[in-house]
């Protein structure tokens, strides 16, 4: 499995951006995803994460409201769409892949990565 992360880049405080992933292999069809992020100086954290459906999603509470995770399996891509941003948004945003049905929170859970895309918020 591989994944291709894109759409990040610079915007103002209050803005809206959209990440892509796009992923490549099989079975992508049959494997919960999840965003997380890495600012500067600070651990990874969980963004936001969708079953193998879409019919089930799961927030982080620093983002709840702004941010919208979706998936669409006849295109193998599943997109955060992030909007109100703010400064403390900014980070490296990482798209990833766990091998089962179920939503996880837990990076650990998840063995494929993509490369990640910066979002730079400015204030």
């Known amino acids: 499995v591989q994944l291709q992360a894109s759409g990040g880049g610079l915007v103002q405080a209050g803005g809206s951006l959209r990440l892509s992933c796009a992923a490549s292999?099989?079975?992508?069809?049959?494997?919960?995803k999840g965003w997380f992020r890495q600012a500067p100086g600070k651990e990874r954290e969980f963004v936001a994460a969708i079953n193998w459906n879409g019919r089930s999603t799961y927030y982080a509470e620093s983002v709840k409201g702004r941010f919208t995770i979706s998936r669409d399996n006849a295109k193998n891509t599943v997109d955060l769409q992030m909007s109100s941003l703010k400064p403390e948004d900014t980070a490296v945003y990482y798209c990833a892949t766990t091998v089962g049905g179920s939503y996880e929170i837990d990076w650990n859970k998840y063995p494929y990565w993509g490369q990640g895309t910066l979002v730079t918020v400015s204030s």
């Open positions: 292999g099989r079975a992508f069809s049959m494997y919960s």
